[in-house]
């Protein structure tokens, strides 16, 4: 008999594939571009949903199944509401009181140490100095901006600009599963701005970045009490690596580990939450793992979703959706003996999006 699972969040389509190919029968909420995601499972809502409609989307979810759920991003940095929606029945996320330890600047702060670096952060603008604006409850890159000063916004903060190679890592508790180096501002997938573009599995980088990575994960996991699968984000150059923000939930990152090597997330979620020990054997995989999030160039409209759905491609709209210029349209995967190569196809799969697009979104 099939174990059921509901998983909640603005991107939920990956984890739902992941879970049904282990055997789960999944119930989700997904408000980005989730025609395939019902290909895995049950949608709770056909609308696109975000953290304030939460709490009316899980009581529609306890209704229809009284299976455990999975609070993905962004709600999941919402301790209150993983706190109330556990009251309630069996949710396989960190303790309310870790998720908001893990959001907290000066616990961040205080994990770094040995090879890891926090940037300054505050609410001062600071002439001359390169920053960002960030949100504390964003992700995916959503309100992250240049500084150009002026009054903040409530829930809003500055922080230094790093330079250097971005990645991100996945750990499940305290033990590191692997790192992804990001894709940002590819012209090719009409990517700008910081809104999250892709992902390469896995990353290239220095042992002396991995061995400070992995050692933070134990620290901060330890210190936390972070449990099951989260993920954090980084820039690395030569002072060392710069730790931008945890994220106590499934990443992205989790997802093309996941795919390398063959992990069922809500097995080992499941198993690291409830004090089990998880036995995942992980060899350096024969491939790269690729995804981009290819974004709308103009205005358009989107069809052959079936076709797209064949060729590998994730994370699509329903045939006829119009997309403004900015907005995602489509999420792209590839798998190859090399980074370069890995980057080619999906260049090369953009074109053919963009070209079939109408409304002049490959101009």
């Known amino acids: 008999m099939k174990k059921g699972i509901g998983l909640l969040g603005c991107r939920v389509r990956p984890f739902m594939e992941n879970s049904f190919h282990h055997g789960y029968d999944v119930r989700g909420a997904d408000g980005f571009n989730d025609w395939d995601a019902e290909k895995f499972g049950k949608l709770v809502t056909a609308t696109a949903v975000n953290p304030a409609c939460y709490p009316q989307v899980l009581e529609r979810y306890r209704d229809m199944d009284g299976s455990p759920v999975i609070f993905c991003g962004p709600v999941e940095v919402d301790p209150s509401l993983v706190e109330r929606a556990a009251m ?3 949710v396989l996320n960190a303790p309310s009181s870790s998720i908001a330890k893990s959001r907290n600047h000066d616990f961040l702060r205080r994990m770094a140490a040995d090879g890891i670096f926090f940037p300054e952060t505050g609410f001062d603008y600071l002439p001359g100095a390169k920053s960002l604006i960030k949100e504390y409850s964003s992700a995916g890159g959503v309100g992250v901006m240049e500084d150009r000063g002026g009054e903040l916004l409530a829930g809003q903060y500055r922080q230094k600009k790093i330079d250097g190679l971005s990645v991100g890592a996945a750990f499940l508790s305290t033990r590191l599963m692997g790192i992804t180096n990001h894709i940002n501002r590819v012209g090719e997938f009409g990517q700008c701005g910081y809104m999250y573009g892709g992902l390469v ?3 290239d980088i220095e042992n002396i970045h991995e061995r400070a990575i992995k050692n933070f ?9 972070l ?8 820039i690395l150059n030569g002072q060392g690596a710069y730790l931008l923000e945890i994220n106590p939930r499934f990443t992205a990152s989790a ?3 996941a795919q390398a090597h063959d992990i069922d997330l809500v097995g080992t ?7 089990g020990t998880v036995d995942v054997e992980q060899k350096p995989p024969p491939r790269y793992h690729a995804t981009a999030v290819c974004y709308a160039k103009a205005d358009c409209v989107f069809n052959d979703a079936l076709k797209w759905f064949e060729l590998g491609a994730r994370d699509i709209p329903h045939d006829g959706k119009a997309i403004k210029k900015g907005e995602p349209v489509i999420s792209l995967y590839a798998k190859a003996k090399g980074y370069e190569v890995c980057m080619s196809k999906l260049k090369m799969d953009a074109g053919k999006l963009y070209s079939g697009l109408t409304g002049g979104a490959g101009k």
Request: cysteine-free.
């Open 269 to 275: 979620q499941t198993s690291a939450i409830n004090g």
């Open 217 to 225: 994960g134990k620290r901060a996991g330890e210190e936390s009490g």
């Open 227 to 234: 449990t099951g699968w989260w993920g954090a984000d980084f």
């Open 255 to 257: 997802e093309l580990i």
């Open 88 to 90: 309630n029945g069996p």
């Open 201 to 203: 599995y896995p990353a």
